[in-house]
């Protein structure tokens, strides 16, 4: 009696290399007996009744017109509503609002500042003057008297280093609070795209690995039935039913997954989008950007970085501040005019004044307070120029990573499209031998089970290869939502029946050009 082939095993197999030697071992035992079907001495195999048989290709055709209805949501529209709905986006909006106003406060430090105050006020006084004595020539004041006053005051600053300076620190506050907000949107963008993407991903997933969970069933039940004829071992039906209880144990992952990941969309879009019954299409019609160009080009551009502008802006803005701070060793002149009205019972007390001043203050000496100040503003850029280097590394290694990756992602992708075909002719030809009494059906749906394996990891791939191609053109600061449109457009060219992607008249950037 001829030997059995080894048997692939499913994707999230983790038997023990120890264990698959062991069963190695015990190929070589009867074939497993179709339900009804009869033993062939002469080929070593069992080959399946009509009944049997039947029940497999109602999987492949179930397979087939697997709900082929559905179609993809729209990411761009799902983004679209992720910036109306996303609480961190909002407030990082309001907080650039109140940042704004940093503009208007710094320049009043430059224009008049006008005052008015009065007021009404009684008094008691004794003194010599108010005390009458015998001599008709002392004068003398009254001791109790009411009297109100007003006055307005003008003041104009003629010459202020600091106040001047205080707006170059409000416009690089402003700066800052802008990138900030288009950071914001950059996130969230990726944060939409990665949900949507790993919510898709776990849809086909789920849907590979039911219809794969449905072959092992069938296996399970071939495995079992030979068992009880006394022509299989229990070896082989403990393997089957391991091997479903994998399959059924990776359908419920995949289904958490899928409900996580749309929960995800959901706390920032506000809407739920339906992702189930999406089928699989042709995995040839996929088509991939192969030429990516040299790194040190794509280097070159994340100059445009947010994460690299924001800390320059933030660099530039302590810059200003320093600035500022220096302005503390330098005079300050005022023009201060101002006019007061007082009556009084008190003759005395009652005065209309006229007044006009030029007032020039020199600090001289604060306690070292300026020169501290400075000092502490002067190592505060050398922090964030240090930063600035930072972010600059750090962008260059994301583009290096991501066009690492997509470059091993296009290069997999290929070997697994090789792999299906193999798998798929793998298949073919199990059914064909099986017909002749060459094959029994558990060779059958074994080839059915590697063929939907390799399938999950080319679906778990091209997942990878679309969220790289994402964050390769983040780091560029090149993230817009025609970008978001043309991963959408990828995961429509494997879905089968899916409708053609809608493209948005106008391109919303992302990046600095939200500024």
């Keep these: 009696m001829q030997a059995r082939r080894p048997r692939f095993y499913p994707r999230f197999n983790a038997a023990p290399l120890a264990r698959a030697v062991a069963l190695s071992g015990l190929m070589a035992s009867a074939p497993l007996l179709a339900q009804g079907g009869q033993y062939t001495p002469n080929t070593g195999s069992v080959k399946a009744d009509e009944a049997a048989m039947a029940e497999f290709s109602a999987l492949e055709q179930a397979a087939g017109e697997a709900q ?45 500042q006008l005052s008015a105050s009065g007021g009404y006020m009684w008094q008691d006084t004794t003194n010599v003057q108010t005390e009458r004595d015998d001599d008709p020539r002392t004068s003398s004041r009254p001791g109790e008297f009411t009297e109100d006053y007003w006055n307005v005051q003008l003041s104009q600053p003629l010459f202020s280093v600091q106040s001047w300076r205080k ?20 996130d969230l963008a990726l944060s939409v795209s ?80 339906d992702m189930s019954g999406l089928a699989l299409g042709e995995l040839a019609d996929v088509s991939l950007q192969r030429d990516w160009g040299e790194p040190d080009d794509w280097i070159a551009r994340t100059v445009d970085n947010l994460d690299v502008l924001r800390a320059r802006e933030e660099r530039d803005m302590t810059e200003a501040d320093t600035a ?30 006229y007044t006009a001043q030029v007032e020039v203050s020199m600090p001289l000496y604060q306690g070292g307070r300026t020169n501290a100040r400075v000092r502490q503003g002067e190592k505060r850029i050398k922090a964030d120029q240090a930063a600035v280097d ?99 457009a990828l995961l429509t060219t494997m879905t089968r029946e899916a409708e053609p992607v809608e493209s948005s008249a106008t391109s919303r950037p992302l990046a600095r050009d939200a500024r």
């Design 167 to 186: 707006l170059g620190v409000a416009d690089a506050q402003i700066d800052v609070a802008e990138l900030k907000v288009a950071t914001a949107e950059r």
């Design 194 to 273: 990665e949900a949507y993407v790993q919510a898709y991903l776990a849809s086909q997933r789920l849907g590979l690995l039911e219809s794969q969970q449905e072959s092992l069933e069938l296996q399970a039940r071939q495995a079992n039935r030979a068992y009880e004829l006394g022509v299989g071992n229990r070896v082989d039906l403990l393997e089957s039913q391991s091997r479903l209880d994998q399959a059924v144990a990776d359908a419920v992952e995949a289904e958490n997954e899928m409900d996580n990941a749309l929960s995800e969309l959901e706390r920032l879009t506000g809407t739920r989008p």
């Design 390 to 488: 930072n972010q600059r590394n750090l962008a260059a290694q994301e583009v290096r990573k991501r066009l690492r990756s997509i470059s091993g992602s296009v290069r997999r992708l290929d070997a697994l499209n090789q792999a299906i075909d193999s798998s798929q002719l793998f298949l073919d030809a199990a059914k064909r031998g099986e017909q002749l009494g060459l094959r029994d059906l558990v060779d059958v749906l074994d080839a059915r089970a590697s063929l939907y394996d390799q399938r999950i990891k080319y679906v778990d791939t091209l997942g990878n290869y679309a969220l790289d191609r994402l964050k390769l053109q983040s780091a560029v600061g090149d993230l817009n939502s025609d970008d978001l449109a043309d991963i959408m």
């Design 68 to 112: 082929a209805s559905s179609t993809l949501p729209s990411l761009p529209k799902l983004f679209a509503r992720a910036l109306d709905y996303d609480a961190e986006l909002s407030r990082q909006r309001h907080e650039l609002a109140a940042t704004r106003e940093e503009t208007p406060i710094a320049r009043s430090q430059l224009l008049p």
């Design 324 to 353: 500022t701070r220096r302005g503390g060793y330098y005079p300050e002149m005022n023009l201060n005019l101002s006019y007061s009205d007082r009556h009084s019972e008190d003759d005395l007390r009652t005065s209309e004044d």
